[in-house]
């Protein structure tokens, strides 16, 4: 689907959005569907990796921009906030969705690869969500939405860095929603499932089936399943909506 959406409903028109993690993948859909709703797009990502999304974005009759920002450096990551403003009058989304993943048992996990983990997935979002504070606090409004994992609500041998990372996400999210709604600021979190990304696609074809099977609706999420719970959060519609958990796994966790 490529050009301006002008249903009223979802209309992002006006408002200016930076999304974490916008390379490819969920990060990469968000930023797309936002930008067709009307937002303009800060698309943030390590190196030179954004500028094809944001290339596409333009190309679809959006407005976008590539951010070059690694979310582990923080002094760049606090500045991002207030770049945007000064280029553009205001800041009204937050989208933090970059994240990694260094899979290991606990009885063999590195300290590095737990502290990797932990940086890229939560105290990135820390960093962002205290920065963008400010012009929010200012605009009384805003809205600042993570993307967690279902594995942060049930789960899973092996990711005890990612599942503490993506529960941490929740907490926090909660904790800052209570802070910050008397200014007309919301939180939430879009919690996905298992969605077919680059990732998921190197599973093999019996495995990705195996973990259908286990899904209620019977199939992977797409992207774009995970946009648009975003795109929703994101909008006036949701306006009395924070310190929520929004599940986008088919039913695989309830």
Known sequence: ???ILTDPMLNLTGKVAIVTGASRGIGRAVASML???GALVVAAARGDHAADAVAAIAAGGGRAEAVTVDVTDSAALERLPGEVVARHGRLDIV?????ITRDQLLMRMKRDDWDAVLATNLTATFTLAQAAMRPMLKQRGGRIIAVSSVVGQMGNAGQTNYAASKAGLIGFSKALAREVASRGITVNVVAPGMIATDMTGQLSDKTQQDWAAAIPLG???TVEDVAAAVCFLASDEAAYITGHVLAVNG????
Do not use: D
């Open 1 to 3: 689907m490529t050009g």
């Open 35 to 37: 930008a067709r709703r």
């Open 95 to 99: 989208v933090s969705n970059a994240g």
């Open 219 to 221: 199939r992977l999420g």
């Open 251 to 254: 039913g695989m966790y309830m």
